[in-house]
């Protein structure tokens, strides 16, 4: 990620200089863009682990989102914050957050509000609150994309099929102290994950071997 930013960081100063001198819908645009740049610079700083300068890029993001009247990337940069969020352990303001993202859902795309379910279902999973996590995350399938080969060129939480959301599944309920229930979750979902999702397949795997773990099972954590 910290040779993307370079390029990243090239256009953002490119666009910066042009929003000092156009006007009017031609300034929105150029901003419009601009939020598009930013949330990118949000999400590979996340990626290299400065979680500040994420947090600070996606905060400009939703600054000029909001400027430029660009309501699917100001629900997107709420999703972000919300996923930011998860490290705080305020799992209230994670499903806030992640309510503000959809607050207007009904003009978002299906695979975003596939998406902003499954993280207010975390949110939800670090309060303990069971019931509303589980019954988001299975209303996510209704909105789920379709994707098995991991293209996800389908625009935002077009990286959310269901095989995504089952391991999110499996993710919370071993938030909620429930190992045996994550571990069938992580068996059924890692087979039909896509193959390009390494990372994700890769932080499955750990979790799995964590729940095998808390379920006093070290032989099978072992061989995942």
């Known amino acids: 990620p910290r040779h ?9 100063a ?8 156009v006007r009017g819908s031609a300034r929105q645009e150029v901003v419009r863009l601009g939020a598009q740049y930013a949330e990118s ?12 300068q994420a947090q600070l890029w996606t905060n400009q993001a939703m600054e000029w989102a909001y400027e430029a009247n660009d309501p699917t990337m100001l629900a997107w940069t709420a999703f972000r914050r919300s996923q930011q969020a998860v490290p705080t352990g305020d799992g209230s303001r994670v499903v806030a957050l992640a309510r503000a993202a959809r607050r207007n859902e009904a003009g978002l795309a299906s695979p975003m509000r596939a998406a902003t379910r499954v993280q207010e279902a975390r949110g939800h999973a670090m309060d303990g609150d069971e019931v509303e996590c589980l019954r988001l995350l299975d209303d996510a399938h209704s909105w789920a994309p379709d994707d098995v080969s991991g293209d996800a060129r389908g625009g935002h939480g077009s990286f ?4 995504y ?8 309920l071993m938030r909620m102290g429930r190992p045996y229930a994550a571990i069938r979750c992580y068996e059924d979902a890692l087979p039909v994950l896509p193959v390009v999702y390494r990372r994700d397949r890769a932080s499955a795997l750990a979790g799995k071997a964590t729940a095998h773990l808390a379920a006093e099972q070290p032989e099978l954590a072992a061989a995942d």
């Not at 610079?41 to 400065?50: K, V």
């Not at 959310?160 to 095989?163: D, F, G, T």
Request: hydrophobic fraction near 40%; proline fraction near 5%; aromatic fraction near 4%.
């Open 160 to 163: 959310c099929p269901p095989s």
């Open 4 to 12: 993307a930013q370079v390029g990243v960081q090239e256009q953002l």
């Open 165 to 172: 959301i089952e391991i999110n599944r499996a993710e919370c």
């Open 14 to 21: 490119i666009l910066s200089d042009l929003m000092e001198v």
């Open 41 to 52: 610079a949000g999400w590979l700083y996340e990626d290299a682990g400065e979680l500040t």
